[in-house]
């Protein structure tokens, strides 16, 4: 018996022509993303911050809607961690990640966001310092946070999703439940060499492997 029937596979090939019909509508997200850097007011960059700290292990549109709940009724800025807990209704750890967005809050009270992030001359600078300063922001967060707001499109968002894609085109061995700096880094460097290989731009590739899950390109 083939104890290998009937799990999936992905190759490079399938890749590229996954690609093809779907480059055009990448490169306009990517665009968009770049745009909130270029015109977005404080707030709104603050609220893409708090959109990837609610991320992990929750489904991102849901998250959205509830950053989008929390901005109309003010609760990003002004909000107490009880109060912001309420609006995170379909949010994993929905405490634990209230409390990420206050502290998030006070750590750019003295310095805004923008122009803490203007101090960086590159995006891996910049995640090295959100992720030591952010309360529960690691390398996934920080590299999805600067990704979505134009300032990380060569920085790996190593989410389950992408993990596993990397496994099924042998870009890496296996997927681990849990990651060390030092093994997120060294896969976001395998990962830069094979969208290298495959012509492939790194934010292109992850929306790319993104849209294969999900079906869209979101964010």
């Known amino acids: 018996m083939d104890c290998n029937a009937g799990a999936e596979t992905f190759s490079v090939q399938q890749l590229m022509d996954l690609y093809a019909p779907v ?3 990448i490169e306009t997200r990517l665009g968009e993303f770049r745009l909130i850097w270029e015109s977005a007011s404080e707030e709104e960059l603050f609220q893409e911050l708090v959109f990837c700290l609610l991320t ?3 489904k ?3 998250c959205w809607k ?3 709940r929390l901005a109309k009724k003010r609760m990003i800025t002004e909000g107490e961690p009880c109060q912001v807990q309420e609006e995170l209704v379909g949010v994993r750890f929905n405490k634990r990640k209230a409390e990420y967005i206050c502290l998030a809050r006070a750590v750019f009270c003295e310095k805004p966001l923008r122009s803490k992030l ?3 001359s ?3 600078d910049a995640r090295e310092w959100l992720v030591n300063n952010v309360v529960g922001m690691g390398y996934k967060e920080a590299s999805h946070f600067l990704r979505n707001i134009g300032l990380g499109e060569e920085l790996a968002i190593l989410d389950r999703h992408i993990l596993k894609n990397l496994a099924l085109l042998g870009v890496i061995d296996e997927v681990k439940s849990s990651q060390t700096k030092k093994a997120y880094l060294q896969i976001e460097k395998k990962m830069t060499k094979f969208s ?12 790319l492997l993104w849209y ?3 079906g869209e390109v979101f964010k």
């Open 122 to 124: 590159s995006p891996f």
């Open 118 to 120: 203007a101090e960086f």
């Open 56 to 58: 992990p292990q929750s």
């Open 60 to 62: 991102a549109k849901t």
């Open 66 to 68: 509830a950053v989008q």
């Open 23 to 25: 480059k055009e509508l």
């Open 196 to 207: 290298r290989h495959v012509g492939i731009p790194m934010g292109e590739l992850d929306l």
């Open 212 to 214: 294969k899950e999900a």
